[in-house]
């Protein structure tokens, strides 16, 4: 199996079993996300600013990335590193930001659902940045894969959980709210559009860039977490009054940041030594660890389209990466 094809040629078993591992961790970091996020919760909301939350992530990250150069886990470079390697990360770090702050205006234009149902279309975009821009041909076989990839982040959006307490006739209870009615602005649409493509355009530039640099991993985040940290440094002052830095966090909070800037590091690793298209398995795969935990700590219940999702998620891993 080649590095394009998600594999690692030339690794002994123990070092397969590591690369293994690392997938399976980052997996359940993402499913683990969003049911992490509504332990959070106080009174029905976030009691943290969201701005403060992804700072504190990246912080978190630089913090990671200066330890293990100090401490040796990683060869820092001979040389003083030029600010010519330095400066293609600044355009890296802007498109994450616009990605993250998209998300949050997206809401505006349309329903949640049709925004969790539509945006896996940044699995095609992915997809088609990864052969223009790092030249790889994807096999119909592999084609097929992203499309039931597809299909099946729509199917788990559209209904893969089901909160119990709306599961019966007559009118919800009182803490529960209404569903809100599907519906999408034409500037929604194109918001959703150019969400997906700068998706799609980040996570493949960041890529090659990663791999067309001959410097250590740590050294190459810590230029991307520094632009990082910057930036949204100057989107978190610029949000306008709220809460300061750390107010409202707890433990599951900390957690949050904790988790997402571990995960952070390791799809890193993952598209340096690997390619984003395992990026999207592992983001897909993780909505079955989001279920589950959903409906573990948040009583939430499992219906038929989790299984279907989950059914096309085995299959279109099975036909990317199986033996063709």
Not at 115 to 127: D, E, F, H, P, R
Not at 191 to 218: D, F
Request: glycine residues 8%; positive net charge.
């Amino acid at each position: 199996m080649s590095v394009e094809d998600g594999g690692l040629p030339g690794l002994g078993r123990p070092r397969q079993a590591r690369w293994t591992l690392m997938l399976l961790l980052s997996t359940a970091m993402y499913g683990a996300h969003a049911p992490l996020l509504a332990l959070c919760h106080v009174d029905g909301r976030v009691p943290f600013r969201p701005s403060s939350a992804v700072l504190l992530t990246e912080l978190t990250k630089l913090l990671l990335c200066a330890l293990s150069l100090l401490v040796g886990w990683q060869t820092w470079p001979q040389g003083p590193p030029s600010w010519r390697q330095a400066a293609p990360f600044a355009l890296s770090a802007l498109l994450y930001g616009a990605n993250n702050n998209l998300v949050i205006y997206l809401q505006r234009y349309m329903d949640p659902s049709t925004y969790q149902v539509l945006s896996n279309l940044k699995i095609g975009s992915t997809a088609l940045f990864y052969c223009f821009c790092l030249r790889h041909r994807l096999s119909a076989r592999q084609g097929l894969a992203l499309l039931l990839l597809m299909a099946a982040g729509a199917c788990y959006a559209a209904g893969g959980l089901q909160d119990p307490r709306n599961a019966f006739p007559g009118p919800p209870p009182a803490a529960a709210a209404g569903p809100m009615p599907l519906h999408i602005t034409p500037l929604g649409l194109l918001l959703l559009v150019l969400y997906c493509l700068i998706s799609g355009l980040s996570s493949v530039y960041t890529e090659m860039l990663m791999k067309r640099q001959r410097l250590p991993l740590a050294l190459q985040n810590l230029f991307l977490y520094t632009f990082g940290v910057l930036l949204n440094l100057g989107l978190h002052a610029g949000s306008g009054p709220g809460p300061g830095l750390l107010e409202g966090f707890s433990g599951w909070a900390a957690l949050v940041v904790l988790s997402q800037a571990l995960n952070g590091l390791l799809m890193s690793a993952v598209m340096k030594h690997d390619s984003s298209i395992t990026r999207l398995f592992v983001v897909s795969c993780s909505l079955v660890v989001n279920a589950v935990l959903s409906a573990a700590l948040l009583r939430l219940q499992l219906t038929a389209a989790f299984f279907l999702a989950t059914l096309l998620i085995g299959l279109a891993v099975r036909l990317y990466y199986g033996s063709r």
